[in-house]
């Protein structure tokens, strides 16, 4: 009977410890999207939630998808007076803090898709990948919608 009960713990805790979480991950991706364009738009956005469950710093270093002519990390900024400019990150990265978060989001931070290759219409799927500077890279689906 002993024999058994051994047998039968070693079991679960092998079937445990095979069972892989998206939390073990060192970066998880939370709502990627992208706002809806027409085709006669040349440019257009993505936006997500970056959260590091790692304890060491990291950063977004680039994004690239066939949806785009080219990429960038960009920043919404006050140019003052009221008016509002858009220009790439300082430093080309976005930083994602140890056990925190970076959000991407209309009128902050964003990943800037300029030379559309395709509509931006609702309800389509594009994918991004994603690099980071220590994580390894992430292959995601952004969703276009009319936010």
């Given at each position: ?8 713990a070693f079991l679960l805790l092998t079937a445990v410890a095979c069972t892989g979480s ?60 009221g008016v509002m400019g858009m220009r790439p990150v300082e430093g080309g990265t976005i ?53």
């Amino acid at each position: 009977m002993k024999k058994v009960v051994v047998l039968l713990a070693f079991l679960l805790l092998t079937a445990v410890a095979c069972t892989g979480s998206s939390n073990d991950e060192a970066i998880t991706v939370t709502d990627p999207w992208g706002r809806t364009s027409p085709m006669a738009a040349e440019n257009g956005a993505f936006y997500m939630m970056l959260t590091n469950n790692s304890d060491s710093d990291d950063a977004l270093v680039s994004v690239a998808t066939d949806a785009c002519g080219m990429v960038e990390l960009h920043e919404m900024y006050d140019k003052g007076e009221g008016v509002m400019g858009m220009r790439p990150v300082e430093g080309g990265t976005i930083p994602v803090p140890a056990g925190g978060n970076a959000e991407l989001k209309p009128g902050g931070l964003h990943v800037m898709c300029m030379g559309k290759q395709i509509d931006f219409a609702a309800d389509t799927e594009i994918p991004l990948t994603l690099t980071f500077e220590n994580a390894e890279d992430m292959e995601v689906t952004a969703v276009i919608r009319d936010n």
